[in-house]
């Protein structure tokens, strides 16, 4: 009943004005009148990378002489809120530099001799390259760490000098650029780092800068004795694992820093992409940190436990309580075992390792590999799976003389479908069948004799299909990134590359990851 | 239009409510807290300034009212827990606020009991009491305001203590039984205290959730666990001032209120 009421009397006073006598002026005059045409109803660009071109038709009812008449606006508003002025001349052209997002963009032509304007708008949808694609992390052309990426959002294109531009001062030593595949818009959860050795970033997920306070120490709560501006992230698990971005773990998180320390996460507890202690420890000498070795087991598909290598007793240790668990555990050997966990006995000690999708022994989720050294030069291979508070030993294999250079070799990349590790010795690629008592050996003189910097197995596109990347370098024709393909007859060891799948003039490649969106 | 017709006269004008209220909109109060337990420890003493409004016209002179210490209402002892403040003070010209400027002290006896000062309006040549009986607009904020509906605005208590209260942030609870529950128990000064030094944090990072975020209490409630853990272990458990374990995070015994480990 009110509101009738109150639409009553808005009504009446709406009529009110009527009553009065109009002594009003009638004596117009015309003034120069403005048509907007040639806007399209919407505009789409790419961040950091196009310049948007807009050129409308524009009429007026007077003929004017004087350009300074005229003032142009290009506005960019969201929702309600004006943001910028991208340009103010009758034509707009506007190198992209804002944030990816859906805008409109308003025209406002302002004569200035009679003060009244006139407006189009469109819309303006910013796109971005950084969205999907392969980010590869290596040093640039003037010896600092630098971020190519071959961005695969539409057309596969590639985008260089990411990190250059990014807003960070120059950095030495690349690592790896790592998206830890929160598909999170909330930046507490969703981060994408890059890493190297004189300090490590993460970057704003569409537009990639950065500044030198986004660092790890302001995303940890710990009271271990630990300088939180120094600690500098090398690794983070766990990977992504598919095309889609997803990961083996919806909460639980590990990051690694350039001391050895591995701080754990569980997002779900700490609302967020949060660390907390330290883990790389044994609860009966809780306050000494243990250095550990640059690597985290686990098994890529559903990583529920992380398994690490103790550097200072040279054993093999678990964390497998996510959430709760302050320290790591000893593991069992047991007489009989393919291979101890604890290597005070067999003398053993760590090379390299990697997690692959081998499934070998049922290992669902994927076996880890090691690569273990004695003190006479013996290499063996570990295979384990890491999976939870009771992690299986798969099998242990010697690496046979016949492996070519061995002992030399600088680069690994364990197969997750076949029996087969490659490696590099110098410039030169190598694969070893470690398949017991059909060991082989095989040499690919065909890649050339261009230095190579990576060798990786795509274990995050497409594990099925298990690509082999492998990134050289020359100095005219820079960093070259290849895709190939393992061969499928057990007999032997060949790679096929892939066509299109070759693109040059890149950063010299450390690493590279794929990144699925956000 | 017709003028103001009354009394010239003085009140205590002291407003207070949340922070997300407007200021304008807080109630009058008939007292002030003082709590220097959300001070920094450095902060020894504070000046703080009680507002007095007049009724009637302002005008373009100074004018002085009068206000004394109310023995009734006083707890505290001038030059310990607040330095004598003289009892005149000026409504500016132009004006219809005046303050009344007091330091007030952070003593030891604080920590146990709060101190009150109460000041009291005097009638002088130029202002009579204004409201002895003051009444908020019945039900204005009541239930998100807390109003003080009726009280004798030319009164005023200052309460000064440093008394530790539960904090805004505090992931404990207490169950039937008065038994310690959640990731830190029952608040106590002593477990706050323990906190503070353990994890390098201030009473006010308890404040709210921006400072208290979820893995800092993450990280306290492992810790702190750990810690009571050790040091039961190591045979000088952590006791409340009533003789039970300090209980947080995942430690395994229960802890009652009132109630000695033994």
Redesign the interface.
């Known amino acids: 009943m009110k509101k009738i009421s109150i639409l009553t009397l808005t009504a009446l006073a709406g009529f009110l004005p009527a009553c009065y006598k109009d002594k009003g002026n009638y004596d117009y005059t015309p003034i120069n009148e403005i048509t907007i045409s040639g806007l399209a109803k919407s505009y789409s660009a790419i961040y950091g990378k196009d310049i948007l071109h807009i050129e409308p038709a524009i009429k007026l009812t007077e003929n004017i002489t004087d350009p300074s008449r005229l003032s142009y606006y290009w506005i960019l508003v969201k929702g309600t809120t004006r943001l910028d002025t991208l340009g103010t001349s009758p034509v707009l052209d506007y190198p992209v530099d804002i944030a990816p997002d859906t805008y409109v963009l308003n025209l406002r032509i302002v004569d200035n001799a009679t003060g009244v304007a006139w407006k189009a708008g469109t819309n303006l949808s910013i796109g971005t390259l950084y969205g999907t694609g392969l980010m590869l992390m290596g040093t640039g052309e003037n010896g600092n760490a630098e971020v190519d990426m071959i961005s695969m959002v539409s057309d596969t294109q590639v985008v260089r000098h990411i990190l250059s531009t990014s807003g960070l001062p120059a950095l030495q030593g690349p690592v790896t650029i790592v998206h830890n595949g929160d598909k999170s818009t909330n930046d507490n959860y969703g981060r994408l780092w890059a890493m190297t050795q004189s300090g490590s970033y993460f970057l704003d997920r569409k537009t990639m800068k950065s500044t030198t306070a986004k660092k790890f120490g302001t995303i940890?709560?710990?009271?271990d004795n630990l300088d939180k501006e120094t600690l500098t992230p090398m690794l983070y698990a766990p990977q992504i694992r598919d095309r889609a971005g997803n990961t083996g773990n919806t909460y639980a998180r590990a990051m690694m820093t350039s001391d050895g320390n591995i701080f754990p996460?569980?997002t779900f507890?700490?609302?967020?992409d949060?660390?907390?202690?330290p883990i790389n420890r044994v609860e009966n000498n809780?306050d000494h940190l243990i250095k550990t070795a640059p690597y985290l087991f686990y098994p890529i598909a559903n990583m529920g436990a992380v398994i690490w290598y103790d550097t200072e007793k040279q054993r093999f240790l678990n964390y497998a309580s996510f959430g709760?668990g302050?320290f790591s555990t000893l593991m069992n050997d047991i007489a009989g075992d393919p291979f101890p966990w604890d290597q005070a006995g067999a003398g053993r000690t760590l090379v390299y390792g990697e997690n692959t999708r081998n499934t070998d022994g049922g290992s669902t989720n994927g076996n880890s590999f090691a690569i273990m050294k004695d003190g006479s030069n013996n290499y063996f291979l570990y295979k384990f799976y890491a999976n939870g508070a009771t992690p299986l030993k798969r099998d242990m294999y010697t690496v046979l003389p016949i492996a070519a250079g061995f002992a030399n070799a600088d680069k690994f990349a364990f197969s997750s479908r076949r029996s087969v590790l490659f490696y590099t010795v110098g410039n030169t690629l190598h694969a070893y069948d470690y398949n017991k008592g059909f060991e082989k050996s095989y040499t690919f003189p065909e890649l050339g004799s261009d230095e190579i910097t990576m060798i990786k197995f795509d274990t995050q596109i497409d594990y099925t299909t298990n690509a082999l990347y492998i990134a050289t370098y020359n100095p005219s024709t820079k960093g070259r990134l290849r895709r190939y393909m393992l061969g499928t007859d057990p007999n032997t060891v060949t790679i096929t590359p892939v066509e299109r799948a070759d693109w040059d003039g890149l950063v010299k490649i450390k690493d590279m990851n794929w990144r699925a969106l956000n | 239009m017709m003028g103001y017709e009354g009394m010239e006269g003085v009140y205590f004008g002291v407003r207070s409510g949340p922070s997300y209220a407007a200021p304008v909109s807080w109630p009058y109060r008939p007292y002030t807290d003082v709590e220097f337990v959300k001070q920094p420890q450095e902060i020894q003493e504070m000046e703080i300034r009680i507002a007095v409004n007049i009724t009637g016209p302002m005008k373009d002179y100074d004018r002085p009212f009068k206000v004394i210490v109310n023995p009734d209402s006083t707890t505290a002892e001038a030059g310990v827990h607040y330095l004598p403040f003289g009892d005149s003070f000026i409504i500016p010209a132009n004006s219809i606020t005046g303050y009344i400027p007091i330091t007030v002290k952070r003593t030891p006896d604080m920590l146990t009991t709060n101190k009150k000062l109460g000041l009291k309006l005097v009638p002088n040549e130029y202002f009579g009491l204004a409201f002895p009986e003051w009444k908020a607009i019945p039900g204005l904020g009541e239930s998100s305001l807390g109003n003080d509906t009726a009280f004798d605005a030319s009164l005023h208590t200052i309460n000064i203590n440093d008394l530790m209260v539960q904090p805004a942030v505090w992931r404990g609870s207490i169950q039937a039984g008065n038994r310690e529950a959640g990731s830190w128990g029952a608040f106590t000064r002593k477990k706050m205290e323990l906190m503070c030094s353990?994890?390098?944090l201030k009473y006010e990072d308890f404040a709210s959730e921006t400072t208290m975020?979820?893995?800092?209490v993450?990280?306290i409630t492992?810790?702190m666990g750990?810690y009571l853990i050790n040091q039961f272990n190591a045979g000088t458990p952590v006791l409340e001032d009533d003789g039970r374990l300090m209980f947080a995070g995942?430690v395994p015994w229960t802890s009652y209120i009132g109630v000695p480990y033994k």
């Open positions: 940890i709560a710990i009271n996460s569980h507890l700490t609302a967020g949060f660390y907390t202690n809780f709760f302050l | 353990l994890f390098n975020t979820a893995v800092l993450s990280l492992a810790e750990r995942s």
